[in-house]
């Protein structure tokens, strides 16, 4: 009820790439150890020692979405995962693609300022990098090449596996930005570095992970008592650990009934928004993320006539910067396309009902804007 006694109108909830809800088991196997297990996981008694084991089997479930081979630090999330990797990367040239997340657009731009080469590739009207200007850019001199699986913006699947090969004939390391992907898309096992986020797959913010090929070691970023493998300094959190540790099995085991519930949600929203144009690639795509355009909207006023549904006007790094999607530029978008264009993501729990009311309620509000 709402503060005059009236029935409030429930939120649908249409903004997956930005976060998930978190789910109910995740939230089961964290509260014991935020109420009662409360022990610093470092430390050498019985208590600790019970509280790190929490860890340890929560790490464990985390890595077997990711390759063989391989050692797995918690973070505080993908951000430091991400600097960690391109600031402790070894001496050299950084390649990257203009649709990267501000994490790591804007580590490169750092490390170039500090002076090291930094090459940002274009991607054409698809979102999709041309490999054959990329294999150009990747050469000897190149230490880091940088691309991220499933674009968090457009839903776009880069070929990852392809710029791994090309980083590697070059010498250098590949790093996968896996957050939008992991749990959902293959993450190819030519990868060095992935960073991934637990609040994107139905797990705690708070925390992420870096997963390290076997010989691979940046440099720390920051310095303390090396408690992740010498690499990440700081007390852990086995709650937070504990939650991913568990939103990953549910990833693991669900996969199958999750994908054709987000493909039977992606072919129903396409049908309902069949005035819309879809930004990206048509086909090499994640089905739960679809950033839209019609012509001549306000998106801004578009949100605030569907106030009872959560979608995105891009990232939510970003949103509120004011300027125009850079990855809807990248695009060849202008701003004025840009700003008529909004994302609705959607996964495991957004019901085929909560889908068709927000497309009602979207399509209405789009319709009365374009009314004379």
Same mark, same amino acid.
């Given at each position: ?6 029935a ?44 790190? !084991?929490?860890?340890? +089997?929560?790490?464990? #479930?985390? *890595? &077997?979405?990711?390759? @063989? =081979?391989?050692? %797995?630090?918690?973070?505080?999330g ?16 950084i ?29 054409? !009207?698809?979102?999709? +990098?041309?490999?054959? #200007?990329? *294999? &150009?850019?990747?050469? @000897? =001199?190149?230490? %880091? ?14 070929p ?38 637990a ?20 440099a ?9 493998g ?140 374009a009314?004379?």
């Amino acid at each position: 009820m709402d503060r005059h006694g009236a029935a409030s109108t429930p939120m649908i909830y249409l903004d997956y790439q930005a976060t998930t809800p978190l789910a109910p088991e995740a939230f089961d196997a964290m509260v014991p150890l935020l109420r009662d297990q409360f022990a610093n996981p470092h430390s050498a008694h019985r208590l600790g020692r019970a509280a790190a !084991a929490q860890v340890e +089997v929560a790490r464990d #479930a985390v *890595a &077997r979405l990711l390759p @063989p =081979g391989g050692q %797995l630090l918690f973070t505080s999330g993908a951000t430091e995962a991400l600097n960690i990797a391109i600031q402790g990367a070894p001496p050299g040239g950084i390649v990257t693609i203009a649709t990267e997340h501000a994490a790591v657009l804007d580590t490169a731009d750092a490390m170039g300022r500090a002076g090291r080469d930094v090459t940002v590739l274009p991607v054409g !009207a698809d979102g999709l +990098v041309d490999l054959e #200007a990329a *294999a &150009r850019v990747i050469v @000897p =001199g190149v230490a %880091l090449v940088v691309a991220m699986l499933v674009n968090n913006e457009i839903g776009v699947i880069q070929p990852v596996a392809a710029l791994a090969d090309l980083a590697h004939s070059a010498g250098a390391l590949f790093l996968c930005d896996a957050v939008q992907g992991y749990g959902r898309v293959p993450i190819p096992p030519a990868c060095d570095m992935i960073a991934i986020s637990a609040h994107k797959i139905h797990g705690p913010k708070g925390v992420g992970a870096l997963w390290l090929r076997d010989g691979v070691r940046p440099a720390p970023l920051i310095h303390g008592g090396g408690q992740e493998g010498g690499l990440r300094s700081g007390t852990l959190s086995p709650a937070l650990c504990a939650g991913f540790g568990v939103a990953a099995r549910l990833m693991r085991e669900r996969a199958g009934s999750d994908r054709a519930h987000v493909e039977s949600l992606a072919a129903l929203a396409r049908t309902f928004f069949a005035d819309w144009t879809l930004n990206g690639s048509d086909t090499h795509r994640y089905p739960g993320n679809l950033n839209l355009r019609r012509n001549g909207i306000d998106r801004a006023r578009l949100l605030s006539d569907c106030r009872n549904v959560a979608f995105s006007l891009g990232s939510a790094c970003a949103s509120g910067s004011g300027r125009p999607s850079h990855v809807l530029r990248a695009l060849g978008l202008s701003d004025g396309h840009a700003r008529a264009s909004v994302r609705i993501g959607f996964g495991r729990y957004t019901s085929r009902d909560e889908m068709e009311r927000a497309a009602i309620l979207l399509n209405e509000a789009a319709a009365a804007q374009a009314a004379p």
